[in-house]
């Protein structure tokens, strides 16, 4: 039963452009959560979707967006890159909200901004 | 407004001593969930344990335990008999009722010298 899966696992962008990571939740779920984790830091919530609905979202400028599938993957996209956005980004999934049942959470992707 | 502080930024500890995760939560809310995840090289956060705001009762898995004390807004965590393989960054997370949004902490990091 394959986890949470996540691509690319490394990218390198250069400052101002724009990424997109991609999520693949445990199977049976329908959730997804993502999170940015700077190097020595806990991860912070960027937004949760469900249903293909943003359904809250941290403190995190519109710079960040994201979007999920009918089949519950999802995409997280981050425009005007900024030395600032280097971080491991997680997925997590879960089977509705997170806290009745805890966190499926991926390898993540290893974003550098150059 | 929720925060979780792991004051514990490194610990070593030599194979088979036992070894005490400090963590401490402050939060408004009456109801709400509090987590433990583990973070080896690989990225990926391992889930160990949820506790609600309702359940005090200490809880012990093999060679973990979780001493969850509310009076100091406390949920420690202690391996007994380290092991190598427990070598990790360990983090405490926090979610209010709804959930959604884990605050976690910055993490202690533990290395177990064979």
């Known amino acids: 039963d394959a986890g949470v899966t996540q691509s690319p696992t490394h990218l390198i962008k250069t400052r101002g452009q724009q990424v997109t990571l991609r999520c693949s939740p445990k199977?049976?779920?329908?959730?997804v959560s993502w999170y940015q984790q700077a190097l020595g830091q806990g991860p912070q919530f960027i937004f949760q979707y469900y249903e293909e609905e943003e359904r809250q979202r941290g403190n995190f400028p519109d710079r960040f967006s994201g979007h999920q599938f009918p089949n519950y993957s999802s995409e997280l996209n981050v425009n005007a890159l900024l030395l600032g956005d280097s971080a491991l980004y997680l997925c997590?999934?879960?089977?509705?909200?997170?806290?009745?049942?805890?966190?499926?959470f991926g390898s993540g992707t290893r974003l550098t901004v150059v | 407004a929720q925060k979780v502080t792991q004051a514990q930024t490194e610990i070593s500890v030599v194979e088979k001593e036992d070894v005490t995760l400090d963590c401490v939560y402050e939060t408004r809310d009456t109801t709400y969930y509090l987590f433990w995840y583990k973070q080896p090289p690989s990225g990926e956060l391992v889930f160990l344990i949820r506790?609600?705001?309702?359940?005090?009762q200490n809880e012990i898995s093999g060679r973990y335990s979780w001493n969850f004390q509310k009076s100091t807004s406390s949920f420690n965590f202690t391996i007994t008999a380290s092991q190598v393989v427990d070598s990790a960054v360990y983090f405490c997370a926090l979610s209010e009722v709804s959930g959604v949004q884990f605050y976690f902490g910055t993490g202690t990091s533990l290395t177990v010298i064979p």
């Open positions: 997590a999934s879960s089977p509705g909200t997170g806290g009745a049942f805890g966190y499926t």
């Open positions: 506790r609600n705001s309702f359940d005090e």
């Open positions: 199977s049976g779920h329908d959730t």
